[in-house]
């Protein structure tokens, strides 16, 4: 058995899990398992859902989806910490002219205020609905400097300089605090990862296992396919994280099914029992292709002109989806009409958000 994918190898703890997310309320009680090599920031139930935690550890997010979910949600995270740092750069430069520019206003002249306040408030309205302590406080310097006064009435320009010098600190600080956001995330992507590429990997030989099982028992190679047959219920043992985990019921039992049936000599049951729990491969090795799509989606969308790079990937996307099979359990016409709607938007591509919900859909049904 690959180790990454031993849970008993796994440490355990218990953890609040809230899911109001209110302000100071400790939530239910949990006891989970924790993702190796995450620093106890990614856990798993005994249901293999999955719980994400903040940096300071005090407040979690659940996914009942499964580890490649919480693959995207930690990439979206990093991406979204990524395309922040340049905006921060951004308003230091301006602050940083600010405060050269503070110079000017000894000459008394209105116009010359007026573009001072414009240069404020430029730095301060996108600072305006922040959640980040530093950058509230950033703002707070700078929104002071408007009055052009300072406690005493008086127009006193090293004051404002002070105060301008204290928000491009504040700035900095969170350039330090979101890099060491960013080491938290990376290390915690880099576990989730471990343990999405070995669950992919064992999907796959199992597959392999289980058709090559069928087509030699197909050549009246019994023990052969019976070999291959146990190597496949091995494999499908080793799906112990969601969204793999709800499905390995589903497959052993057809498998022991097969088994028997061979052992008794009724090749046909087995050969049906076996094809049926290959089809249920089939559709999860489905999911985590498309899966890997959306992850693609996720970066994608995130550059400053997603029409054109995203182009090549609808085409690969709604190809695989109009030849996606649904379970019996699963509504077909449901699956074909997400990909008929995502067809319909490949053109336009401006609902990014929709095509990232039906693609959800897709991948959930699976």
């Known amino acids: 058995m ?45 249901q293999g859902r999955f ?20 693959e995207r949600m930690l990439w979206e995270m ?5 395309i922040e740092l340049p905006s921060i750069e951004a308003l230091r430069e301006e ?5 050269i520019e503070f110079e000017t206003l000894d000459i008394g002249d209105p116009d010359v205020q007026d573009r001072v306040r414009e240069q404020i408030i430029a730095i301060a309205e996108p600072l305006a ?31 404002f300089r002070a105060r301008t010098i204290a928000a491009l600190n504040r700035l900095f600080d969170r350039i330090k605090e979101i890099k060491g956001i960013q080491r938290h995330i990376f290390m915690r992507l880099a576990g989730v990862q471990t343990i999405a590429r070995c669950v992919t990997f064992v999907l796959n030989t199992a597959e392999e296992n289980l ?3 069928i087509r030699v028992l197909e050549n009246g190679q019994r023990e052969e396919a019976k070999d291959l047959l ?19 019921a589903l497959i052993i039992q057809p498998l022991r099914e097969a088994l028997k049936a061979m052992q008794g000599g009724n090749d046909a049951e087995a050969t049906e029992k076996m094809r049926f729990a290959l089809h249920a491969l089939r ?79 897709v991948a959930h049904a699976l």
């Open 2 to 46: 690959i180790k990454k994918l031993d849970v008993r190898t796994w440490g355990t703890r218990k953890i609040y899990y809230d899911p109001l997310k209110k302000v100071g309320g400790k939530g239910e009680l949990v006891e989970v398992f924790s993702v190796p090599d995450t620093n106890e920031g990614v856990a798993m139930d005994a």
């Open 51 to 70: 719980y994400v935690s903040n940096a300071k550890q005090n407040r979690w997010t659940r996914t009942e989806h499964g580890i490649f979910e919480v």
């Open 78 to 82: 990093m991406l979204g910490y990524r």
């Open 95 to 99: 602050a940083q002219k600010l405060n």
């Open 129 to 159: 609905h922040v959640r980040s302590e530093p950058k509230k406080a950033a703002r707070k310097q700078i929104v002071v400097c408007l009055l052009f006064r300072d406690k005493l009435g008086r127009l006193n320009i090293g004051v």
């Open 211 to 213: 058709g090559s099982a």
């Open 230 to 248: 146990i190597m496949a219920g091995k494999d499908v043992r080793q799906l112990t994280v969601g969204p793999l985990l709800q499905t390995q």
């Open 283 to 361: 559709l999860k090795r489905q999911r985590v292709r498309l899966e890997a799509l959306l992850l693609q989606f996720v970066a994608l969308r995130k550059k400053s002109e997603p029409t054109e790079c995203l182009q090549p990937w609808f085409a690969r996307i709604t190809t695989m989806l109009m030849h996606v099979e649904g379970e019996e359990n699963t509504s077909r016409t449901e699956l074909l009409s997400s990909a008929l709607k995502l067809w319909e938007l490949r053109t336009t591509l401006k609902e990014l958000d929709e095509v990232q919900k039906q693609l959800k859909k």
